[in-house]
């Protein structure tokens, strides 16, 4: 899902080219959902659709909604026999109560996490289950500092442009709770991710990822920051020609009491 704090102008075909491994990853998580055929499900975050696709080959009745409509468009034209609406995790309504709601690589872009899970609660029925895999605890600590001292050189308070929020199995275990979840599985794990295009690999994941740390910046200053970030984390995250991100991913079913 977007980065709603900013935009929610994505370039979904820059998403699709260079970030396949947001919704390739995301295949591990169809395993917990086990979705079952003539199931109502909604893929929340859905982005260009193709996990809500897979979920769909299992026989169950899928729909897909994202904040982006750049992403949504997409979605359609790869997906025509597929539902797929503009939509926000925050606020968004159920025609009758679903099975489940699936959501992967979206929810640390909410930080009103307690409107999501609520959103997420009231659209289920009673034994529906919440299948989620997002940003936990430490999730791209490494990138983030190298961010924030960057701009911080050029003298620009940089935790106010922070678009994430990545809580501990704790915290979110928590907000469920009090909403109304019974939470059956919870894990947090480290996943380093390699991204695509060799060198250019970090500088394309914070263009289309952390596009919120630039906001207001000339082109020369992001040239001059993002280079920064990247002579910081050469040493730990580059390998042979590869950058990686250092990701830490939460994985959670939860069931609606």
């Known amino acids: 899902m977007s980065n709603i704090s900013k935009t929610n102008n994505w370039d979904s075909s820059l998403y699709e080219d260079k970030h396949a491994f947001v919704w390739q990853y995301g295949e591990d998580l169809l395993k917990l959902l086990n979705p079952k055929p003539g199931e109502s499900i909604l893929d929340l975050g859905c982005g260009t659709g193709q996990l809500t696709e897979k979920i769909a080959q299992a026989g169950a009745e899928v729909m897909g909604i994202d904040y982006a409509p750049t992403m949504i468009e997409k979605a359609r034209q790869n ?7 503009v939509g926000d995790a925050r ?12 959501s992967n690589a979206v929810l640390h872009w909410m930080k009103e996490a ?12 009673p034994g529906g289950r919440f299948v989620a895999e997002f940003g936990g605890s430490g999730n791209v600590e490494a990138i983030v500092t190298a961010l924030e001292s960057a701009l911080e050189a050029i003298n620009i308070p940089a935790q106010a442009l922070n678009p994430w929020y990545f809580p501990t199995i ?88």
């Open 170 to 257: 704790g915290e979110y275990a928590t907000l469920l709770e009090q909403q109304g979840f019974d939470i059956i599985h919870a894990m947090l794990f480290t996943r380093p991710t390699p991204l695509a295009e060799g060198e250019a690999g970090m500088a394309n994941w914070i263009q289309m990822f952390a596009s919120s740390f630039l906001t207001g910046l000339s082109d020369e200053q992001q040239i001059e920051v993002i280079r920064a970030v990247e002579e910081h984390l050469k040493p730990t995250l580059y390998q042979q020609g590869t950058w990686r991100a250092d990701y830490r991913r939460i994985r959670i079913v939860a069931i609606k009491l």
């Open 114 to 125: 307690d409107s999501a899970i609520a959103s997420i609660h009231q659209s289920l029925k």
């Open 79 to 85: 997906y025509p026999h597929i539902r797929f609406d």
């Open 91 to 102: 606020n968004f309504q159920v025609d009758k109560p679903l099975d489940a709601v699936f």
